[in-house]
């Protein structure tokens, strides 16, 4: 039987903005079969509301590939927020010209491992017995001054980057290799590891991790943001090798698109 | 080979509501290509309709991401009157303009693992065999007090907190973890320490579980009602490093939904 | 390496009436679209085929959920007169109205683990030869003897009882836990095991068993009929704590729908 | 690690004729609303068609359930006229009332293991160096004699039995059973016992293995012939107990079909 | 616990041209309904605009079965390049008559085992401490070595061959045989032999391997080339006996095609 004394901790987490991913494919024939001036009106519409949605953390990349031809991306405060944007699409004419493929939605998250250890650490010295209210209050005030301290990274604006790689992804939890039984301070060492191959490539790509337990179907989000889409296989193939992909990472979709501005998407909607 | 005079025995079990989910996608193009008089007098019909299902315990979700636009969901006594609450809605007008995605059938249930604990350990000291008249008396008897006793959760309204987080999951049957072949001892443990964490939640977040084993793909259903969303990600991400749910869980389709009154739902349909 | 010589014998099985359960969807907003008094020949059409489907042993039930909206079920004595029955449907003017969503297609099947015992012990003892023509003879006498004594069960009436719980399961051939490679005197404790746990259900509910090795894309189908649908979870959630359930029995989707005869129908779909 | 060196040799195969299934269903609905004399020009011109087909080793066979309702079946010497076969299907008015579910590609084969070890065997004693040209010309000259002698099977009619069942399969390449790292010796041998069952059928059902490997998802095709269909169950149940099935079989979608000729077909598109 | 210092080391890999694969079904009865005159315009239109692509390294196939009719294939210098290509297809008014239904994006990927074990090898003897400077310098040195002198394999042109077989694929992440796991040295000696065993095949098919970490579902993509389709089965099943195959390789769907020019597909639309 397993050990029920020895369930490593959670570690702790502080969480930002709202996510929305947003896949959607044109409906070509449909599309074009309208009158020129009527395409006209509708982009004309939807530019609008589409500037304005970029300058409330929003915004628009062309797919490569089947699985979509427009990828909407929203960042918002609250979910609340989220639903009005996506509520707000579906009051636009050109909505009916797209067909929503799938979608994502999570929540940017911050994974405070070496907090977390800190902080249990201290708290199991001073004798503080887990959920009682001091015990409360300090991870409390841990989370408080995280918050604070890593506001910019929770509620950011969308990286300007030419190219964007979205995926969801799990922690395996299989029969013999489950991330969720493992020590904590072997999770630590292993997210320690695999920050670092992060951070060389912090030149070339932005990477914003949001969590989905409890809001989608996997439990994370990666958007990797980058000019040079190479730099994205360079990336994830590095990091397969390291302990915490190459044994309980497991992947979902990958989407791959370019970044269009309002005026972008009205030249690609010319046709 | 297993040895078969040691298989657990099964926990007893108290059932409730009946419970149907029902998600569904807006046809938006069509419904906005009518006329808006007319669109007034569907979402009339709809309306008085939606209200007196609301009486009889159903709501209405707005969803979140592309697996819907409105969850229903309905606790109803009798699967006799889920199907007429079902039926019901495809005389609507407004059923050709909803695409059902997908759904859910399932029981509000409570799981006795104390009672079943106590009862056969005092049948068994009694020396009273199993599925002997006596025994099934005395099993009888506790589910009679406990359906008694729990009616309230068994037969509850719905939550009217903001946002409902709706799942469904399974207990892991692998070929070296089977929750179906744990001592009977040690899953009680587990959901005790399981239910443990659900407590320290009671403040923020309200959980109806409902059985599904017969009536639909997985074992059960998990109904989270909360007005910050966030707490349905801490609680399930808490709880993924219990034993029951780490070795055990095995996960379903997320939705995740704001709750919507026919006022609500008229507003969001006039585009 | 597996040893040639002790691979289990396979269990003897007589078969009975052929079995396809079809579920449609009705494609109800252009059934609505229809006239009123065209909905009305099309379902007096109907009505009198389905009445003529009904004597030769086929149902109607109302599904509960997204899966459709009503299934048919036809018990036969022969896959012709399935493939009859199916064909039948497709000249009926309602067909234009159902979208078929899925089918099973199986043969009524009784495993005879206990005279396979018996039958292939006696022969051993007699020390007649595997597959010799006395073997052959032995065998196909003790099969004829079980067809005829088991002819009521194995071409019966559709039971009429007010639901169905229909789900199409395997037995597991995993990489360390195969009923395949499981002993006969094994497998035929565990099939007796699970069997008591079926009849102390037997005043409640009525199970028909049905091979489809070779035909559909699971290994059996079962039907659950009983007048109380939540027998179905006991009954099921029991039996998944068996031995044969919890370790070997994987499970299809589940389908659960209330009994309609004819008028039913034309009430069902009078909108 | 594993051993190189003990990697067990390819089985020798020799190919035949290219295959190709293609399951469609009826649009019903579309067909119907047709004038009944467009309807008989377009079955006139089908037929035609579909006579041309069948001299060239082309049957239609009468689907039972909903994975169609018309599978036909293909035999051709060469890929390229598999490919006119498939394409002069979509010139035909008929096409556009056929939907095509799903379809199978893959080359008669057989397997030649008893010729492999024998071959094999005698170039290790005469010391001839894998791969060498003295090796490669004896194994060239052991294909050609083989293709030779089993011409009649490798480029077969369609059999005209009543009933075709059509399955694809795998050998299990899981990770603590594969069959691709099963000495050569062990092999053979499961599949001489694989076959003893299928020869002792040989009455009753006619069964054509095609490759697959390289030009569909599953590594082979499966067509069973046979008048009574319930000989499908007996034979693959059987067979599911022998040790290359039990542990190595993987078994994708099954369809059962009625042999239905030009006439039949006519009459059966006649609603 | 797995052993943090023992992980095995990336292999280095060069990049080429961008890849894009779309398969599309023709919208046959949609096509046919057409004037004759009206779809010899859109085929005229179409025929520049491919003799265009065609130009720029893009190819046409006629697939064999249901999974399309016709496969483009693209190779570009950038992923720029791939997203125009698709752009300037939705812009043609065939397109309203092809349905895209699959694509894939990758990358030509040559992995450098060999280079990799020099380098490393070399970089570890002289003490140079990974990721410093001189590391990264003599890394990169060795990567811009590569990429000149395979320039030609890493831009090819589309080979010329009749055939193509496309699939992705992975390599095993399981829980007890896992790719990313094996050591660096036993990686490199089982590509070595893979490798072999392809060069056999080298007058026969022509092997052109992209990589998808981070674009695609899968991590690589495989395109073989050849006349003769029966060598895509030889090739992969012999490679499928293999060590890397047989325990590592996780294979995805197949499609088969024959190259089409502009000509062949002006017959193969006209209906």
Same mark, same amino acid.
């Given at each position: 039987?397993?050990?029920?004394?020895?369930?490593?901790?959670?570690?702790?987490?502080?969480?930002?903005?709202?996510?929305?991913?947003?896949?959607?494919?044109?409906?070509?024939?449909?599309?074009?079969?309208?009158?020129?001036?009527?395409?006209?009106?509708?982009?004309?519409?939807?530019?609008?509301?589409?500037?304005?949605?970029?300058?409330?953390?929003?915004?628009? =990349?062309?797919?490569?590939?089947?699985?979509?031809?427009?990828?909407?991306?929203?960042?918002?405060?609250?979910?609340?927020?989220?639903?009005?944007?996506?509520?707000?699409?579906?009051?636009?004419?050109?909505?009916?010209?797209?067909?929503?493929?799938?979608?994502?939605? !999570?929540?940017?998250?911050?994974?405070?491992?070496?907090?977390?250890?800190?902080? *249990?650490?201290?708290?199991?010295?001073?004798?503080?017995?887990?959920?009682?209210?001091?015990?409360?209050?300090? %991870?409390?005030?841990?989370?408080?001054?995280?918050?604070?301290?890593?506001?910019?990274?929770?509620?950011?604006?969308?990286?300007?980057?030419? =190219?964007?790689?979205?995926?969801?992804?799990?922690?395996?939890?299989?029969?013999?290799?489950?991330? =969720?039984?493992?020590?904590?301070?072997?999770?630590?060492?292993?997210?320690?590891?695999?920050?670092?191959?992060?951070?060389?490539?912090?030149? !070339?790509?932005?990477?914003?991790?949001?969590?989905?337990?409890?809001?989608?179907?996997?439990?994370?989000?990666?958007?990797?943001?980058?000019?040079?889409?190479?730099?994205?296989?360079?990336?994830? *193939?590095?990091?397969?090798?390291?302990?915490?992909?190459? %044994? *309980?990472?497991?992947?979902?979709?990958? =989407?791959?698109?370019?970044?269009?501005?309002?005026?972008?998407?009205?030249?690609?909607?010319?046709?």
């Amino acid at each position: 039987m397993h050990r029920f004394d020895e369930m490593p901790p959670v570690p702790l987490t502080v969480e930002g903005a709202g996510v929305l991913h947003q896949m959607t494919r044109v409906r070509w024939s449909a599309w074009r079969a309208l009158e020129s001036a009527c395409r006209a009106d509708i982009l004309n519409e939807a530019a609008g509301a589409l500037e304005a949605l970029e300058k409330s953390r929003s915004a628009c =990349y062309a797919l490569l590939g089947h699985k979509g031809d427009l990828m909407l991306v929203h960042f918002r405060d609250q979910f609340d927020q989220l639903l009005e944007a996506q509520h707000g699409l579906t009051g636009l004419r050109l909505w009916d010209y797209l067909e929503q493929t799938t979608s994502y939605l !999570s929540v940017i998250e911050l994974g405070l491992y070496e907090s977390t250890g800190k902080v *249990y650490g201290s708290l199991a010295e001073k004798g503080i017995e887990p959920h009682s209210e001091a015990w409360k209050a300090s %991870i409390e005030e841990t989370l408080a001054r995280q918050r604070e301290a890593m506001h910019p990274r929770l509620f950011p604006e969308i990286p300007p980057a030419k =190219y964007l790689c979205f995926y969801p992804m799990d922690r395996r939890r299989g029969e013999q290799k489950n991330w =969720y039984q493992v020590p904590f301070e072997d999770r630590q060492l292993m997210m320690q590891e695999h920050g670092a191959i992060g951070r060389r490539y912090a030149g !070339s790509v932005k990477q914003i991790i949001s969590g989905s337990i409890g809001f989608d179907d996997w439990e994370w989000g990666v958007d990797l943001f980058a000019d040079d889409p190479l730099v994205f296989k360079r990336l994830i *193939y590095e990091m397969r090798f390291d302990a915490v992909s190459a %044994i *309980y990472a497991l992947f979902g979709q990958f =989407y791959v698109g370019k970044r269009t501005d309002t005026a972008g998407l009205r030249d690609w909607l010319t046709v």
